[in-house]
């Protein structure tokens, strides 16, 4: 999601662009991803991260608006078992509401009420290597070993946890994440409970299924999904959402966010070779999809100052 976008931005700007991949698309955690614009494990006080997301929000309506496939803009729920002051990103969000309870659902103390864009990511991202090539881009699904191999004036460095290998950065580790797909009984808003005493509840329903997770298991590289978990996923969402007491499983999977300690790397770096650049962007964690195409904005914005 971080390099298909930041080559689409590139090419808008008119430039060439080569996106090489170690992984087939539907291979990596882009693929995986719920994916819904919330920017999850992003605290407030990066003045950065607002306008990412606020910027990913805006293209993502876009899309929706324009019919790109699987995009859709969704009403939300996020309860909260105690109250909380509106977020931070909340000026990135046209209709929030902030609603306090009085005891019509126990355990719940307020909630807050927004609609956001959501993501179905296997067209989405088959969409964007279309937009890529269609637009003179080159894709080549071939590891790079070092980026100092890389004869180009400027590499863009979008390798999520590979970036851990390819960038040396040891703050770069997994954020393991598993979800249960079911089908779907008719349910159209997504509900989010994040501080279920168990892990995090949620529940976002999409064209053909549901979404059910989830899990945040930082260090973990395994991507078996467990089956036991899979279950604590299905009572937890069936708790939040009863009407999903009969919804069928139709799947289960585990992805590795690309976390980082610090948070995500976008910033320019002199390449090896002279007069040559590296813009890192990766570590996005839990919200590449929410943040990346204001990410790749400030890329093509670093990438044509140099
Ligand atoms: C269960 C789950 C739910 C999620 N839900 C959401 C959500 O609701 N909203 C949201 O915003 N985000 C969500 N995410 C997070 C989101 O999936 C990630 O933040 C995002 O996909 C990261 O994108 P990326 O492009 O950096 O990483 P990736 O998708 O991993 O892509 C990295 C690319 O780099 C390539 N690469 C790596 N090393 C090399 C190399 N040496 N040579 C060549 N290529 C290389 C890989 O092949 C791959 O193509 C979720 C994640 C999980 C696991």
């Given at each position: 999601m971080i390099g298909l976008s930041c080559a689409v931005r590139l090419l808008e700007a008119g430039l060439a662009v080569t996106v090489r991949c170690a992984d087939a698309t539907e291979d990596t955690v882009s693929a995986t991803a719920a994916a819904v614009w919330y920017p999850s494990g992003f605290p407030a006080g990066d003045a950065r991260s607002l306008i990412w997301a606020r910027a990913g929000f805006d293209q993502l309506a876009r899309d929706a608006v324009h019919g790109a496939p699987g995009v859709t803009m969704r009403r939300t729920r996020m309860l909260l078992r105690r109250p909380a002051p509106a977020p931070w990103w909340v000026p990135a969000v046209p209709d929030f509401r902030l609603v306090e309870h009085t005891?019509?659902?126990?355990?719940?103390?307020q909630e807050w009420q927004f609609t956001v864009p959501t993501v179905e990511m296997r067209p989405y991202l088959r969409w964007l290597v279309q937009r890529v090539s269609s637009g003179g881009g080159v894709l080549e699904r071939r590891p790079v070993?070092?980026?100092?191999?890389?004869?180009?004036?400027?590499?863009?460095?979008?390798?999520?946890?590979?970036a851990r290998t390819l960038a040396a950065d040891d703050a770069v580790h997994p954020i393991r994440g598993q979800i249960v797909l079911v089908s779907n009984p008719g349910i159209e808003t997504s509900v989010r409970d994040e501080n279920h005493p168990a892990g995090p509840a949620y529940v976002h329903p999409r064209s053909t299924d549901i979404v059910l997770g989830g899990t945040v298991e930082p260090h973990r590289y395994d991507t078996t999904p467990d089956p036991g978990v899979t279950a604590a996923i299905l009572e937890r969402c069936r708790a939040l959402v009863?009407?999903?007491?009969h919804a069928r499983v139709l799947g289960q999977a585990a992805g590795l966010r690309p976390g980082r300690a610090g948070g995500i790397r976008l910033e320019v770096a002199p390449g090896t070779r002279p007069g040559t650049h590296v813009v890192h962007n990766y570590?996005?964690?839990?919200a590449g999809v929410t943040l990346a195409w204001g990410c790749a904005d400030e890329t093509a914005r670093i990438v044509e100052s140099l």
């Open positions: 005891g019509q659902q126990p355990g719940v103390a070993n070092t980026l100092d191999d890389l004869d180009t004036p400027v590499v863009v460095n979008a390798s999520g946890l590979g009863p009407e999903l007491a570590g996005h964690g839990g």
